[in-house]
């Protein structure tokens, strides 16, 4: 079973590596595929490049066993459509099962997502919530494909739709880039590394630290 966690990872932060440590154990995955987006399709465009936010991924995850940076949205044209992606590793890994991982406030945009239908055609998608959260009111498509049974995910390649509660960590990368624009320490929210990268390449500073930068 493989399990891809998507994202913009601008920056990666624990909120993000914790969760998909989790959810690989509790799974049981051979592999955590994080894949960060090149042109995300639903909000602005960020305001880092696509490689330095994939170098960021690589520092983050380079001592934990099973995770994999994967490259493939940045190598593809136009916006980085989640069943794209599906699609690709399908093509890839025909004989595996594929589970996609999105955290709640994802999930509550899922059917504005380019052809949402057919995410399930690829994957099961996993919705990784905060502990003793109530299901919401789901359209009859993704009522139809609620399981309850960690299981039952095993046995079949994808289809299916779980809710998966993970350690609530109110982390959001938003948070982490006003903080640097606000010169403050950002230390424990994110690995030391991703800072030290951030710093040395000037990274979500504010427009007047960034005029003061180019002076210097
Ligand atoms: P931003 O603040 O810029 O919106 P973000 O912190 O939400 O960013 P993304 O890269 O947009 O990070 O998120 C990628 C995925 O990780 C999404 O599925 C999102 O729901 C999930 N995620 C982000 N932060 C957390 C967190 N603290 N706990 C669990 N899941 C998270």
Sequence with gaps: MIGIYGGTFNPVHFGHLRTALEVKELFGLQQLRLIPCRLPAHRQQPDVAADMRLEMLHLACADTPGFYV???ELDREGPS????????LRAEQPGSGLMLFIGQD???GLTSWHQWQRLFDYAHVVVMTRPNCTTPELPAFLRQRVCTERD???QRPAGLLFFQSVTALAISATAIRELFAAGRN???LLPDAVISYIRRHQLYLSSEQDSECKQN
């Design 81 to 88: 459509y989640m069943v794209d992606t599906l699609g690709s």
């Design 186 to 188: 950002p230390k424990f």
């Design 106 to 108: 994802a999930f509550a």
């Design 152 to 154: 039952l995910l095993r």
């Design 70 to 72: 994967d490259r493939r």
